[in-house]
């Protein structure tokens, strides 16, 4: 139980384009969800909490314009880079907390490796 | 606010040996401490997790203490295999926040 999955696992697109990522949360009702970024032999970096029908708080530093998230229902939250540039070539990985708050375990999807040319 | 320290950032054991993972935190407050194994191109994966109300917790090949008075935790492997090569991310938060603070992660390499 309690799988995470996130569409596509790997994008490669042109500088300028937005891009969407998409995480699911495949058994399990997620009133919560997290979106990280990752670098090359770093640890997770929180962008984002997002909560289902509101709107998501960004940590400090990250451009909220940029990156827009939509958690629209209890299974699916969104991410969407916009106007990409080769600096936001990352690993993006989305996390997703049980519904009810008894549990604070996140569940991690496997990724998504965005590759801006 | 909170912040982690994990030791040491790079373990290279011979297979069959145990490995030894240690994390610190600052935050009295913080409750909940989960492990997380993961492996190249893929998101973390919980190996086990620990609450203050505990001082240990064991399941098969893998155990965690916590020392709440000196404010750490730490990940221990018994009889390493290859596959356990990966790299292991430790973590705090308290309790109906849901936000983690993580370890810089130790990359853990089983020679065969």
């Known amino acids: 139980g309690a799988v995470v999955s996130q569409h596509p696992s790997r994008v490669i697109c042109k500088s300028g384009t937005s891009v969407k990522i998409e995480c699911r949360s495949l058994?399990?009702?997620?009133?919560?969800m997290f979106w990280y970024r990752q670098f090359p032999k770093q640890s997770l970096m929180l962008m984002a909490t997002s909560n289902e029908g509101s709107k998501a708080t960004y940590e400090q530093g990250v451009e909220k314009d940029k990156f827009l998230i939509n958690h629209a229902s209890l299974t699916l939250s969104t991410l969407t880079v916009t106007s990409a540039h080769p600096e936001d070539s990352s690993f993006y990985i989305c996390?997703?907390?049980?519904?009810?708050?008894?549990?604070?375990?996140?569940?991690f999807g496997p990724g998504t490796r965005l590759t801006v040319l | 606010g909170e912040n982690v320290e994990q030791h040491p950032s790079t373990l290279s054991v011979q297979e069959g040996d145990s490995a030894v993972i240690k994390c610190t935190y600052s935050d009295s407050a913080s409750n909940y401490f989960p492990w997380y194994k993961q492996e190249l191109g893929k998101g973390p994966q919980l190996i086990i997790d620990i609450r203050s109300n505990v001082g240990e917790k064991k399941d098969q090949r893998i155990a965690v203490t916590l020392n709440k008075t000196a404010k750490h935790f730490s990940l221990h492997i018994t009889e390493t295999q290859p596959e356990d090569s990966a790299v292991y991310f430790c973590?705090?938060?308290?309790?109906?926040?849901?936000?983690?603070?993580f370890g810089t992660g130790t990359r853990l390499k089983v020679l065969a």
């Open positions: 996390s997703a907390t049980t519904s009810g708050g008894a549990s604070d375990t996140q569940y």
């Open positions: 973590a705090a938060s308290q309790t109906g926040t849901y936000k983690y603070i």
């Open positions: 058994d399990f009702q997620a009133t919560t």
